[in-house]
């Protein structure tokens, strides 16, 4: 059924979740969603071009307050260690992340109003 393969991967395109390839987990199945994670991806069209492309992977979390590393912990367990971070001001964290050199992941957390955007991206896995 080849109409109904190509209407369900353009519907994903479309998605305002088109990024989370695995709902429920984060980076693509390494492990279950932190709970207050609720994702979301960027609106930008270079962005869903990239990750529809296969050239790179970017997943967003949207978690109450100020929670800079919410999602940070769940990487650490699967073995990404923290190669370098800063906080660029009071309101923006930016890390790199992975198992070998050079960092393999782009973390920052970003104060958006009353929220944390969490932004994940590299290359696919």
């Not at 190669?83 to 001001?89: F, G, N, P, R, Y």
């Not at 309101?91 to 944390?116: C, I, N, R, W």
Request: glycine residues 8%; aromatic residues 10%; charged residues 20%.
């Amino acid at each position: 059924m080849p109409t109904g393969w190509w209407l369900a991967d353009t519907l994903r395109w479309r998605s305002p979740l088109y990024c989370i390839e695995r709902p429920g987990t984060l980076w693509n199945g390494l492990t279950p969603l932190p709970a207050g994670l609720t994702p979301t991806c960027p609106n930008s069209a270079s962005y869903r071009q990239e990750v529809r492309a296969g050239e790179s992977r970017v997943e967003q979390y949207l978690v109450p307050g100020w929670q800079p590393l919410a999602a940070a912990q769940g990487l650490r367990e699967k073995g990404y260690v923290l190669l370098d971070d800063e906080l660029m001001a009071p309101d923006h964290y930016s890390a790199f992340m992975g198992k070998t050199l050079p960092a393999e992941l782009h973390y920052t957390a970003v104060k958006q109003g009353d929220q944390t955007l969490i932004t994940i991206s590299g290359l696919p896995r």
